[in-house]
C-alpha cells in the first residue's frame, strides 16, 4: 500500500508560479506510475499530468500544457508538479495519485488510479 501526501499549495497571483510536491511512504515508490489531477468548487475531478515510473514518458491536459510540468525523484519517492503562469482557472484542489499499471492507456481516468493524497489547495486570484 502506497500513501501520499501533497503539499506546496497556498494563494498566488495570477501569472505566479507554484510548486507542489507529493511524498510517498513505501520502498516501492518506482513501482507507480504517478498523476496530478484537479477538482474546482462544483466541478467533476480533472486529469492535469501523469508520469510514468521510470519518468521516460509524461503525459499532460491540453489546459496545462507548456505551463505545468510534472517530474519525479524516486530516490527520495517524491513526485513534483512545477506550475508557471498560473490562471485564475487554475484554481482547484490538487491531488497525487498512483496507478500500478504503467502503459498510457487510462493515465487520463481517475479511475485507473490505485492511490491517492488528501488533496491541496491552490487558489490564484486575478
Known amino acids: 500500500q502506497v500513501q501520499l501526501v501533497e503539499s506546496g499549495g497556498g494563494l498566488v497571483q495570477a501569472g505566479g508560479s507554484l510548486r507542489l510536491s507529493c511524498a510517498a511512504s513505501?520502498?516501492?515508490?518506482?513501482?507507480?506510475?504517478m498523476g496530478w489531477f484537479r477538482q474546482a468548487p462544483g466541478k467533476e475531478r480533472e486529469f492535469v499530468a501523469a508520469i510514468s515510473r521510470l519518468g521516460t514518458s509524461t503525459y499532460y491536459a491540453d489546459s496545462v500544457k507548456g505551463r505545468f510540468t510534472i517530474s519525479r525523484d524516486n530516490a527520495k519517492n517524491t513526485v513534483f508538479l512545477q506550475m508557471n503562469t498560473l490562471k485564475p482557472g487554475d484554481t482547484a484542489v490538487y491531488y497525487c495519485a498512483a496507478r500500478r499499471k504503467n502503459t498510457s492507456a487510462g493515465v487520463y481516468n481517475t479511475g485507473d488510479y490505485d492511490y491517492w493524497g488528501p488533496g491541496n489547495q491552490v487558489t490564484v486570484s486575478s
Open positions: 513505501g520502498r516501492t515508490f518506482s513501482s507507480y506510475a
